[in-house]
């Protein structure tokens, strides 16, 4: 841009003629963009004017009307060169430079003007090669440019503990597609298994140093190591670096400290503000377990209050010390023994033993000893299915209520090979086809190649006949094993320690007997083809 343009564009003129150097001040826009008289002085003596007039300079400022003023006699303009302002912030991470034009045709920036300018303003280290020598051949005059910038020195990150379990459970309510609310699914509880690896450490980040203007180094902070807090039944890798589960169990929380129990503990009842459970280990409920709630422990239930229609599944015991009052809605599945006060109204499954007081109106299956022992001794109504022995006091009731008991045969044992006589006929059928489907492409072969797609087929179906082969074979052995067990029924006993009522069915192994008239303290036992009652 002309000189003269540069100025008029700054509110001002200065213009040397043959009678002097006159100046003209523009009327400015608005009270901020007025001009400095500092400025002009500044102006006046850079450009080397000699001998102004102070007092003219300052009437024509006032005036601004944009006529001429003579300033200074006649004189010949200076050359004067593009001169470089540096202007470094406060914390000597930046550094910008002002480029004056220059005057009178004098010469414009240089690389090495700039470059000295940055080092007389005490600036070594950080200049932007690019940015200075693009201001030397094409000047950006009066406004502030960055061309020198520090590394800013960057804090290190302190290490942390990833936990790779769920450490804060959500207790929130599940909403249904239907809108309603399942207060029962929360999932409250955070399921471990031994061995299972529960936290590790993040190391820290160091810091890395930064460099200012000057050249002095900016030192960073490094990032502390973080610690994992061990709490019970967990164990530490050697380096320290990651924490295990050394038992199965329930992951708490305290204090920041990890730690896995065997059981999981409720205070009081089970309903809404517990939810279902689902535990891998023991569950002790304190209070009552209501209708329509389910607890799944891989280890022992025990409840000392009162179970409602309910679902109990143990993977070891179930121990009721009050009972359960199921309302045709309760189950209780143990894969150990179940131990209650009473049943009634529910379905019970042991693959051990059942001791009650009392069993009433109840479909119960028990692998091994049914034992019904206390003041009432008493089994009446329902089906029961018994693997070994029955041990009770009242079978049936003086109202002929029926009573269905068999024993003699785990009941499992019927299920299981109701099961594989069912399966066997799916078994055999596959191996059917793949022998049709083998027949059919070795005779293909015979005639011509197979085709890739062909070949797969023939290995395909060759693997799979050999499959069903084997499970075949294995079911069959399976099912000559159960009837095998099941003739050897007849050695179930029934032992009745006080009254047997009509009304009763009594099965043990395959005899079957209608009790139709009371009897006391007897033993009912089958000899191969009836049942006998005999002495306690």
Avoid: W
């Avoid at 010949?76 to 000597?92: A, R, T």
């Avoid at 042991?350 to 009433?360: C, L, S, V």
């Avoid at 294995?474 to 032992?495: C, F, M, N």
């Amino acid at each position: 841009m002309p000189e003269k343009n540069i100025q008029k564009n700054s509110g001002y003129q200065l213009t040397y003629e043959k009678d002097g150097v006159y100046l003209t001040v523009y009327k400015p826009a608005d009270f901020t963009s007025r001009v400095s008289e500092d400025d002009l002085l500044h102006l006046i003596n850079r450009k080397k004017i000699r001998n102004y007039y102070a007092t003219l300079i300052s009437e024509a400022i006032n005036l601004s009307d944009g006529k001429p003023v003579k300033i200074a006699e006649a004189q010949k303009e200076e050359n004067v060169d593009c001169s470089v302002e540096v202007i470094v912030s406060p914390d000597k991470m930046q550094a910008y430079v002002v480029l004056i034009p220059p005057e009178g045709g004098g010469l414009p920036p240089t690389v090495e003007a700039i470059v000295q300018a940055l080092y007389s303003k005490g600036v070594v280290f950080g200049m932007s090669e690019e940015k200075i020598r693009g201001l030397a051949t094409q000047p950006v005059y009066n406004e502030r440019i960055l061309v020198a910038e520090g590394i800013p020195s960057q804090n290190g990150k302190n290490g942390e503990v990833r936990y790779l379990i769920d450490i804060k459970k959500d207790r929130k309510p599940t909403i249904m597609e239907d809108g309603t609310v399942n207060y029962k699914d929360m999932k409250l509880i955070e399921n471990i298994v031994k061995g299972q690896k529960l936290a590790e450490l993040i190391p820290p980040i160091p810091g890395i140093k930064g460099k200012n203007l000057a050249g002095m180094e900016l030192k960073a902070i490094d990032g502390r190591p973080a610690f994992i807090s061990k709490g019970r039944n967990v164990v530490l890798s050697k380096d320290g670096q990651e924490l295990f589960s050394d038992i199965d169990g329930q992951l708490q929380v305290a204090d920041g400290k990890l730690s896995v129990f065997a059981v999981h503990e409720v205070l009081g009842d089970v309903d809404n503000s517990t939810g279902n459970i689902k535990f891998i280990g023991n569950v002790e409920i304190r209070g009552n377990v209501l209708s329509g709630f389910e607890i799944e422990a891989g280890g022992n239930i025990e409840v000392n209050g009162v179970v409602e229609g309910a679902i109990l599944k143990a993977g070891g015991d179930i121990i009721l010390k009050r009972g359960m009052h199921g309302i045709g809605k309760g189950v209780l599945i143990a894969g150990g023994d179940i131990i209650a006060k009473y049943i009634e109204n529910a379905t019970a499954e042991a693959h051990g033993n059942i001791m009650a007081e009392a069993i009433m109106h109840s479909d119960v299956k028990c692998g091994n000893k049914l034992e019904l022992e206390g003041k009432k001794g008493l089994l009446v109504g329902g089906t029961v299915r018994v693997g070994r022995l029955v041990d009770l006091k009242i079978l049936g009731s003086q109202m002929s209520t029926t009573t269905i008991l068999e024993v003699g045969v785990d009941p499992h044992l019927r299920e299981r090979l109701k099961f594989l006589k069912g399966d066997i006929v799916n078994v055999e059928e596959g191996l059917l086809k793949a022998n049709q489907a083998i027949a059919l492409l070795n005779k293909l072969k015979a005639t011509s190649d197979l085709s890739m797609e062909k070949r797969e087929i023939l290995a395909k179906s060759t693997r799979t006949k050999f499959f069903y082969e084997n499970k075949l074979q294995e079911y069959k052995k399976e099912i000559s094993d159960i009837e095998e067990k099941l003739q050897q029924g007849a050695d179930g006993k029934i032992r009745v320690r006080g009254s047997v009522f009509p009304g009763v069915k009594v099965a043990i192994g395959k005899s079957t007997l209608y009790i139709k008239e009371e009897a006391q303290y007897c033993t009912l036992y089958s000899d191969g083809a009836d049942i006998r009652f005999g002495s306690l």
